[in-house]
């Protein structure tokens, strides 16, 4: 049994991931700022809000393994946008990610070798219209991806998942209907959008010592729209 920590795992990808990893007999901790609701009894919830809370003694002793699965998805024009909301973005996504990452490796297990998970977006690698706040954020998220690789090998690992559009709480609006998600489905190469559960089995693999040589990695999970 492994320690991990998923930050945002209320909804979406970070419950699918932490209900993946309790099936699999883990012990994990969520914190976000609406409760955990499901089955597993070997989730424990934590109130937290990334922008808000300090993570002074928050973070659990000895573990195995962070997730960062906190974001938005805030699609509007750039000519529109103001400075304000590309800083709130980057407090979101880079700023939170950073504090959680401090605070892990702290208390990463010294007997083990820990393992992160970031995410980021198809948009950094492809460009798409209305995706400027997201992709400069998550486009960071990717570079610190690759520099905390290099600083911390070989005693923990860390890697980031960019998908495609998924089919979660975050992206109610873009889906809200059959016909919108069709219509979404249509665009990728495999004519579906992704599945919460698509990302928290790569989240898993990437937590777990059977990527034990990878780090550093960007991976599409996205049916081929970053290549295709």
């Not at 024009?77 to 304000?84: A, C, H, N, S, Y």
């Not at 605070?103 to 990463?108: E, G, I, M, P, T």
């Not at 004519?191 to 928290?200: C, T, W, Y």
Request: with cysteine; hydrophobic share 40%.
């Amino acid at each position: 049994m492994k320690k991990y920590v998923i930050v945002g795992g209320s909804k979406g990808i970070g419950k699918e991931t932490a209900e993946l990893l309790a099936a699999e007999g883990h012990q994990v901790t969520v914190f976000s700022r609406t409760p955990y609701e499901g089955p597993a009894h070997t989730i424990e919830w934590e109130e937290f809000d990334v922008l808000e809370d300090s993570w002074e003694d928050q973070m659990p002793e000895d573990i195995d393994g962070l997730v960062y699965s906190v974001g938005s998805i805030n699609l509007k024009p750039f000519r529109g946008l103001k400075t304000e909301v590309f800083e709130a973005d980057f407090q979101l996504h880079v700023m939170g990610a950073i504090k959680a990452l401090q605070a892990a490796y702290k208390n990463f297990n010294a007997n083990s070798i820990p393992s992160v998970v970031l995410y980021s977006t198809v948009a950094v690698q492809r460009g798409m219209p209305f995706h400027a706040t997201v992709s400069a954020s998550k486009g960071a998220i990717e570079g610190l991806t690759r520099a905390i690789a290099s600083e911390w090998a070989p005693k923990a690992r860390i890697n980031c998942i960019a998908p495609s559009l998924t089919d979660t709480p975050l992206a109610g609006k873009l889906l809200s209907t059959p016909e919108k998600k069709e219509a979404m489905g249509n665009n990728n190469p495999m004519k579906r959008v992704g599945e919460a559960n698509d990302i928290a089995e790569m989240t898993a693999f990437l937590l777990s010592d059977k990527s034990s040589w990878m780090t550093g990695q960007i991976v599409h999970i996205d049916g081929g729209q970053s290549v295709l």
